[in-house]
């Protein structure tokens, strides 16, 4: 089955300073990639997504990227802000498929 | 639209006691599951029902048991509850692979 890796598992960086969160999948047939954001106390939201056809998809601060060959893909987050401070988890998935696969999470915090 | 519903919010519960916790989706969604989150840590799958009728067990199932009672519910029981099963609970949906999930509000339990 797929298995998502992701890190680094915790992330502490300054205000103003980009973030870089990186994700390995295992099956090739995975072709959809989202990312959550997870604030303390409330429920994982979507912030961005990617399907396979595409390498890279920006939205005002934040991008992802992928690479099906080398089967990863990677969260950008440039002029991070003290609100960016979350627990961001990738994820794959597929056409049809039946479950969404999360990578472990990563702890970002941003320092004032 | 709610989205997807979760019931209680809280709980706390006694070694060896059982309880039920509730999910409603109402986005017409064929697959659901039930996640569970320890402090610090990341989503685990317990359960999950790629569509009405079936259910499959995930990465952690032992200790649990669900029911996909229609298409819009998808129920998860604790039959004696254990301290190890404190946790918060997350039921999510999504309508096939290649789609957004979406998360209930979670269920914080305490098991003592």
């Known amino acids: 089955g797929e298995n998502v890796e992701q890190h680094p598992s915790t992330l502490s960086i300054q205000e103003g300073d980009s973030a870089v969160i990186k994700c390995t999948y295992s099956d090739s047939a995975s072709n959809y990639f989202p990312w959550y954001k997870q604030e303390l106390g409330k429920r994982p939201q979507l912030i961005i997504d990617i399907r396979s056809n595409v390498g890279e998809k920006k939205d005002q601060r934040i991008a992802v990227t992928l690479n099906k060959t080398a089967k990863h893909f990677s969260l950008h987050i440039t002029e991070t802000q003290p609100e960016d401070s979350a627990v961001y988890f990738c994820?794959?998935?597929?056409?049809?498929?039946?479950?969404?696969?999360f990578g472990q999470g990563t702890r970002l915090t941003i320092n004032p | 639209n709610a989205g997807v519903t979760q019931t209680p919010k809280f709980q706390v519960l006694k070694t060896g006691q059982s309880m039920t916790l509730q999910c409603a989706q109402d986005m017409n969604h064929n697959s659901m599951y039930w996640y569970r989150q320890d402090p610090g840590m990341g989503l685990r799958l317990i359960y999950y029902s790629a569509s009405e009728g079936t259910t499959d067990k995930g990465e952690v199932p032992n200790g649990y048991n669900v029911s996909r009672l229609n298409k819009r519910e998808f129920s998860l029981r604790l039959e004696s509850a254990a301290p190890s099963q404190t946790s918060v609970y997350f039921c999510a949906s999504f309508h096939a692979g290649g789609t957004e999930a979406f998360f209930g509000q979670g269920t914080r339990l305490t098991v003592v």
């Open positions: 994820a794959a998935s597929w056409e049809g498929a039946q479950k969404l696969v």
